[in-house]
């Protein structure tokens, strides 16, 4: 259920950067379903095998549910802001209030489909560096010489009871 759960989060969120835009009901839905069936199979699949390969461990499924189908969104947003002039045939004053630097010729809709595209990298470079960064410093960042001490877990900080397993497989 988690799987599907996240899928449908997905939809939203490679939709979000065309569907203000000029994307059709049909198309939206497309997308989402796209993006949840590229969610679904990066939680089944590719979760483990990044771990197993470059020893990637996403605790949120952050890559799977916003990774991916943002990348997505934002690669097909560009496309629907290079189409628009189609999108918006014989209707200039909403093709200009969508996309502000079209006024007076200042940009054609395919120039603002590459800025949007090279938008997209730009932010790609910024969280894929930070990312690494901050990955970087959680996990080296704390860690004593004593072999036994994780940072990642809280065992050092409880007491059970003798006899008491807490660790208790649930139905």
Not at 21 to 49: D, Q
Not at 65 to 76: E, S
Request: charged content about 15%.
């Amino acid at each position: 259920m988690e799987v599907i759960l996240n899928a449908t989060l997905a939809g939203g969120v490679a939709v979000g950067s065309a569907s203000d835009l000029v994307v059709t009901g049909g198309v939206a839905m497309a997308i989402g379903c796209l993006a949840g069936i590229v969610s679904a199979l990066g939680f089944i699949y590719l979760g483990s095998w990044l771990q197993k390969t470059i020893g990637l461990h996403d605790t949120c499924g952050v890559h799977n549910l916003h990774g991916m189908p943002g990348i997505m969104g934002g690669v097909i947003g560009s496309i629907s802001a290079g189409f628009s002039e189609y999108a918006f045939e014989g209707d200039k004053a909403s093709l200009v209030e969508t996309f502000k630097a079209l006024k007076d010729g200042g940009r054609t809709t395919g120039e603002q489909g590459w800025i949007q595209l090279g938008a997209l990298g730009i932010t790609l470079v910024i969280s894929i560096l930070s990312g690494s960064l901050c990955g970087y410093l959680a996990s080296h960042v704390g860690k004593s010489g004593d072999a036994h001490f994780n940072l990642f877990t809280d065992d050092g900080h409880w007491e059970a009871e003798d006899g008491i397993d807490y660790n208790i497989d649930r139905p």
